[in-house]
Every structure is written in C-alpha cells, then in structure tokens.
C-alpha cells in the first residue's frame, strides 16, 4: 500500500544540447556569461572581475573556463588587438542565462498571465504548423535523439527553440522593453 501517490505535471522544461549543459554547470563560468553578456572583455579583465566578485582564480584557470564557454559555442571572440608582440582577444557572450526563481506564491499572481500566454501561444502554435510545417518536419527528421531520453520530443524542441530565439531578438533589438514601456 502506497503512503502517498500524486500526479507530478512537467512544470519546468530546460533546452539546451549536452556540450551547453556542461559548460553550464560550473558557478565561474555562469559568472564568465553574465560578465561577458553586457560587454566584451580580455582575460586578464575576466580574472579582475572575478576577483572582485569573490572568485580568486589564477588566469591559467580563467582561460580554461573561457575556453570551455568558446567550445560550447556560448562565447564568440569579439575583437582582436596587437598587443605588445602577441595578439589581444576580446571575448563576448552570444548567450544569456537566467537564473533566478520565482518568489513564493508568486504562481498563483502569474495564473492569469500564463492563461494569457497559453491563449497567444496557442494561436502563435497553429500559424506555425499551418505555415511551417513542412521546415519543421525537415528540421526534426534531421535531429539526433536526445542520449538521455526514450521518448523523442523533436517538433515541441524546435518550436520552444524558434519562440526563444525570437524572444532572444527582441530583447536585443529594444522591442521587448519597448513593448513593456508602452503598454503600462
């Protein structure tokens, strides 16, 4: 006999490839993101940000975790500059990560606003379909599955990934925060 048995509903879905998620998994390299999301720096400017964030690492040390971000494709070199006989790289993150949580009862003020959302997604999903089915179906049988998973998720992955990319352009371009300001 069960002590307790309950209905568990997917609340939270991550996306993001294996290579990402590892580099993600390390406290110095989510700070190297957050640093680099905002402006470009060199490595010895990473290593005083750091320092000053509380994070005492040699350089040798900073230069592996900006490495590791560059080989997940989380962070590009921005600039280049001659540099006393050598050549200076600026590096700039093409990522941002959001880590926060939500307050404590904060779900039941935001129902309203994700019923709201669930109405518009839900007419945003079936233009989609109706105008993209086709490129999404290319995209999916394209994919390779997910090592971790049984069941394949490929068309709900591209989609999640399209509406955060376009989230992600409209953050960058000013749209969003132009769209916040006039509609308070």
């Known amino acids: ?35 680099l999301a905002d402006q470009e720096m060199a490595i ?8 000053r964030r509380g994070e005492k690492k040699v350089e040798t040390t ?12 989380l962070v590009e070199i921005a600039r280049l500059e001659d540099a006393s006989g050598g050549t200076l790289k600026y590096y700039k993150s ?6 926060y949580d939500l ?12 019923e709201t959302a669930r109405e518009g997604i839900t007419t945003l999903l079936k233009q ?6 086709e490129a999404i179906e290319t995209v999916a049988r394209e994919m390779q599955p997910c090592e971790y998973c049984e069941t ?26 132009t769209i916040a300001e006039h509609s308070r």
């Open 62 to 73: 900073v230069r592996h975790h900006v490495n590791i971000l560059k080989d997940a494709g």
């Open 94 to 99: 093409n990522t941002r990560v959001f880590a």
């Open 44 to 51: 010895g400017e990473i290593h005083e940000e750091l320092a």
């Open 152 to 177: 394949q998720h490929y068309e709900e992955f591209i989609v999640r990934e399209v509406v955060n990319r376009a989230l992600t352009d409209m953050s960058e371009d000013g749209t969003f925060e």
């Open 103 to 114: 307050p404590a009862g904060s779900d039941d003020e935001l129902n309203e606003v994700q």
């Open 1 to 35: 006999m069960s002590l307790l048995e309950t209905e568990v509903p997917v609340r939270n879905v991550v996306t993001t490839d294996p290579e990402k998620a590892k580099a993600l998994d390390n406290d110095v390299r989510v700070k190297i993101l957050d640093m």
């Open 128 to 133: 989609l379909f109706r105008d993209h089915d």
